[in-house]
């Protein structure tokens, strides 16, 4: 009976023809992944056969999941680092100072100076402001002719421009020595060294601690941290209060001096500057009649105070006529493209510091402009903004100036 039982289950056929291969000596073992499916038997065909239960389950609930919500970002105004400032001025900043308009005046006053006041390419032509409140000029309104000695000058004996004139001898100068330059010089009038410009009153220590302030930060920034700054010593009015002198900072723990938003780094800076014209060590009268070299020198030698910043300050603050940096990726670059180079494809190439021009290429280049190179330098921060190609050797202008 048995035998027949199994016989029957083992060859039903299945549909599609193939037949089980489950043994018949022990139909009782499970079947693997390997075997082939089982034959359907007539038994679980009426199963299968049966209408399923009209009873369902109810459906689940649930909720759509919503997206996580990102936290509102708190802002936050900008804070110092104690990083060191950069070696070479940031983008922004060299539009500023290069525009027609910039000047690095502290004290505004449009009155020009008297037009007989002598100036002088080789010695600063600003009018400083000493801690004590008082202006200098490195030639007073009188020059002796027979005793220049007298006045302590390490630059020429004797002036050899007057505030009226300055600008127009040094624009002449540049003219004869390279007629390309005319259509720059008439399209562009440089208000740095006009009678205007030298009318400025520059405080020396305050535009040197200012400058260090900026340092790094947006200009936004930079501004309210000096009125902050200010603000340490005078209440809570600063624009209209005055500027700190030397003795009142060295006076002042860098701690408090923090509290203007400064850095560390940057408030050990500003202090230290301060010493330097606390001790005597720079002075309105050094600055006025001190050589270009020793200016530099002096200034360079502050920290805080890198080479780029001091001839900056040279050139606007200080007025002086022969500053010309080679650092500045501006003046490389204009000076690149006023002598007929594509500066694209010198960019591309890459070069570091020296991206445009060589530094001596630079020096050799610009040696014919003294002594009005920082002129020359001002103008090839617009070199390409004139075609200078189409007027080549046309120096017709340079009385107009």
């Known amino acids: ?41 007539k038994r679980s065909k009426r199963h299968s056969s049966r209408k399923p239960s009209t009873t369902t389950a109810e459906p689940t609930s649930f909720k759509v999941p919503l997206p996580p ?41 449009a009155t020009p100076p008297p037009p007989s006041r002598p100036a002088d390419p ?28 007298k006045l302590g000058l390490k630059g020429p004996s004797h002036p050899t421009s007057t505030a009226s004139n300055l600008l127009s001898q040094a624009c002449a100068h540049l003219i004869s020595v390279e007629p390309k330059l005319a259509p720059l010089i008439r399209k562009h009038t440089c208000h740095i060294f006009s009678p205007s410009g030298l009318a400025e009153k520059i405080d ?15 200009g936004a920034a930079a501004k309210s941290i000096k009125n902050k700054f200010i ?46 014209f606390a001790t005597g060590e720079l002075s309105t009268s050094m600055l006025l009649q001190a050589s270009d070299e020793e200016v ?24 002086r006529m022969d500053v010309f940096s080679t650092g500045d990726l501006g003046v490389q670059r204009g000076m690149a493209a006023f002598m007929g180079k594509d500066v694209s494809k010198l ?11 060589s530094e001596k290429d630079m020096l050799e280049g610009s040696e014919k402009y003294r002594p009005y190179r920082s002129l020359f330098m001002w103008y090839m921060w617009r070199a390409e903004d004139v075609d200078v190609s189409a007027v080549e050797g046309n120096g017709e202008g340079a009385a107009s100036v």
């Not at 020396?204 to 947006?218: D, E, K, N, T, Y």
Request: aromatic share 6%; with cysteine; glycine share 8%.
């Open 1 to 41: 009976m048995s035998l027949r039982r199994s016989a029957r289950t083992a060859s039903i056929p299945l549909k599609s023809g193939m037949t089980t291969r489950a043994s018949i000596s022990d139909p009782k073992r499970p079947l693997t992944p390997d075997d082939e499916p089982l034959t359907v038997s």
């Open 69 to 109: 919500s990102r936290p509102k970002r708190k802002h936050t105004p900008p804070t110092e680092t104690d990083e060191p400032p950069p070696l070479t001025p940031t983008p922004s900043l060299v539009g500023l100072i290069s525009a027609p308009t910039y000047s690095s005046g502290d004290i505004d006053n």
């Open 122 to 149: 080789h010695i600063s032509n600003a009018t400083l402001v000493t801690p004590g409140g008082t202006q200098a000029t490195a030639y007073s309104s009188y020059v002796p002719e027979s005793s220049p000695s």
């Open 204 to 218: 020396p220590f305050r535009s040197l601690a200012s400058g260090i302030m900026a340092q790094q930060v947006s």
């Open 231 to 276: 603000g340490l010593f005078n209440g809570d009015d600063p624009p209209q209060s005055n500027f700190p002198t030397p003795v009142q900072v060295v006076a002042t723990d860098i701690s408090r001096l923090r509290l203007a938003g400064l850095s560390q780094r940057k408030a050990e800076y500003i202090h230290g500057l301060a010493e330097k």
């Open 296 to 319: 530099m020198e002096k200034l360079i030698a502050v920290r805080g105070l890198g080479k780029w910043s001091v001839e900056m300050f040279a050139c606007f603050g200080l007025k």
């Open 347 to 357: 960019k591309a190439k890459g070069g570091g510091k020296w991206k445009y021009m």
